[in-house]
């Protein structure tokens, strides 16, 4: 397909409510968005890399500048026929993959579009309804995060993650285990651990943990190994697994029993899909992670977790629990049965709202292709 045009946009997106976790609180979202112009189409990637490089080393900003300088004059050179041939077009830039997903993406976007079909079923999809879990942050206490996971149940969602560090974990899940002993219950440390913290995590297996994701080092697998050996409870990795290769070690050396995968993270569809698909022919059960992304990461995270191995509840949940008005039409809701339905319409399935996106925007560039062909 012909590239006519690319424009980076970033727009401002207050949280309804904070957002902590063992490495950072997020109060607003600065959310990067490429809007890719394609014979009439318009296909949308969001950058799911946070204001800060605390989670992975990309970071809004360099975002910006690589979309700008790098990714974007090769994407708009390159006029690829499939969302599939942007990790070789790409293949020069290192790392950066939440800045690359944000391109690929948008080609899978526009593809599904001139295809006329579901992205979801693009993308191989089998699944109707996704399973829907929440991420909770940590909170002030314990009496308000029972207040905040007893709304969530009301709600229909099926697993409860808690952040949790060092002073935010057994307690806690001993209070929320008293008052609820069967629910789906797992955890999520981001790395807030060390390996000297091996005896007190052993003590996380009373609490009959659904999983504990990412104790260790943000790009351990060998010491996740050794952790997961003693262990009841499954390690499940988040941060570690950057791609396929990634995923094939850390299941080989069983330091993890569970993977979750995030599009941005590992840099895109295609590489997601790779992902899922290694796990899945190795019995490993996978899960749709979040970012805390507005409504066009969150459809493009529900066409992926239509994807038969996600078989656990992802950290995909409904826009009203992050926005007070999201940026795509439908919102995303999730039903009482603690499910995502998908949308049988070509595409991503929701509008873009393109007045609201106008409205939000404090920063916005235009690649033009010709330009740059020339
Ligand atoms: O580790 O899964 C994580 C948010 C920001 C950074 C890292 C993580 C998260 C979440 C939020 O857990 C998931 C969501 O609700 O989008
Ligand atoms: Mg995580």
Known sequence: MKIDGIILREL???????????????RDRRILLAEVRSEGLTGWGECTAGEHPYFSAES???????????????MAAANPEHGGDCPRIFRKVRGNRMTKATLEN???????????????????GVREAIPCGVSIGIQKSVPELMDVIAKELTAGYQRIK??????????????VRTRWPEIMLSCDANSAYKLRD????????????????QPLWHDD???HSMLQKRLNTSICLDESIRNRRDALAAIEMESCKI??????????????????????????????????ESGIGR??????????????????????????????????????????????????????????????????EEIRALELVS
């Open 60 to 74: 809004t900003d360099t975002a910006w500048q690589i979309l700008l300088n790098e990714l974007g004059p090769m």
């Open 221 to 223: 697998f060998y010491y």
């Open 162 to 175: 808690l952040k949790c560090k060092p002073g935010w974990d057994v307690e806690v899940f001993d209070a």
């Open 299 to 364: 459809s493009h995270n529900i066409a992926l977790a239509s994807l038969e191995n996600f078989s656990l509840p992802g950290d995909v949940s409904a826009s009203a629990r992050y926005w007070k008005e999201d940026i795509i039409e439908p919102e995303v809701t999730v039903s009482a049965e603690g499910e995502i339905v998908l949308s049988d319409a070509p595409g991503r399935g929701y509008e873009v709202r393109t007045d609201l996106i106008e409205k939000l925007t404090v920063r916005k």
């Open 12 to 26: 401002r997106l207050p949280l309804v409510r904070p957002f902590e976790t063992s490495f950072d609180v997020t």
């Open 259 to 292: 993977i979750n995968i995030k599009l941005g993270r590992v840099g895109g569809f295609s590489e997601a899909i790779a992902v899922h698909n290694a796990a899945q022919e190795r019995g490993i059960p996978v899960w749709c992670g979040g970012m805390l």
């Open 198 to 213: 091996a005896d007190h995590l052993v003590t996380f297996d009373a609490f009959d943990l659904l999983m504990i994701e």
């Open 106 to 124: 948008a080609i899978w976007d526009l593809e599904a579009q001139r295809e006329g079909v579901p992205l979801a079923q693009l993308l191989g």
